[in-house]
């Protein structure tokens, strides 16, 4: 067993993943509970009901597509114990698929509620997860892999999936 003070040869597993995805979770429950239950306003256009099933269905899709990719297809566990950089698959469109993808399925899940009340959650959602991820893993990328993270950082968007820069 390493002794408490060793550095590992390799990030770790979990990243700040769990606080994150701990925290929207609780925060999209919370606020769609509240207003099912009347504490929080509920503001619903017929109108826009069809759009924001539609919407929020689809990022149900791409969450869930966005995790299988970047955690099973990828075998990102496997990677980061042997010290990868990922940067293929779904990491050429997203640094952060995993968390994109939770914050993808929370984003439907507040949609589909239909409250346009709740439509400021997913900004929160990039914020949280823009400011976390400068905070903890980007530094330790970083601070692992140099310019090889920095010019990966140049093509590939931080929380919203698009084709690489050139």
Request: charge should be positive.
């Amino acid at each position: 067993m390493p002794a408490q003070n060793e550095k590992k040869d390799h990030l770790p597993v979990l990243g700040v993943g769990p606080a994150y995805v701990i925290a929207i979770t609780v925060l999209t429950v919370m606020c769609i509970t509240l207003s099912k239950l009347g504490f929080l306003p509920y503001l619903r256009i017929r109108a826009t009901v069809g759009v924001m099933h539609a919407v929020g269905t689809a990022f149900l899709i791409v969450g869930i597509w966005l995790w299988v990719s970047a955690a099973i297809k990828e075998k990102l566990r496997e990677k980061i114990i042997a010290n990868q950089l990922v940067i293929t698959g779904v990491y050429a469109l997203v640094r952060n698929p995993i968390y994109s993808a939770f914050a993808f399925v929370m984003s439907g899940a507040a949609l589909l509620s239909s409250n346009l009340y709740l439509l400021p959650l997913p900004l929160v959602f990039w914020a949280l997860l823009t400011v976390m991820m400068q905070a903890t893993e980007e530094k330790w990328l970083l601070e692992q892999f140099g310019d090889e993270y920095k010019e990966y950082c140049k093509r590939v968007n931080r929380c919203i999936p698009w084709f690489p820069k050139r």
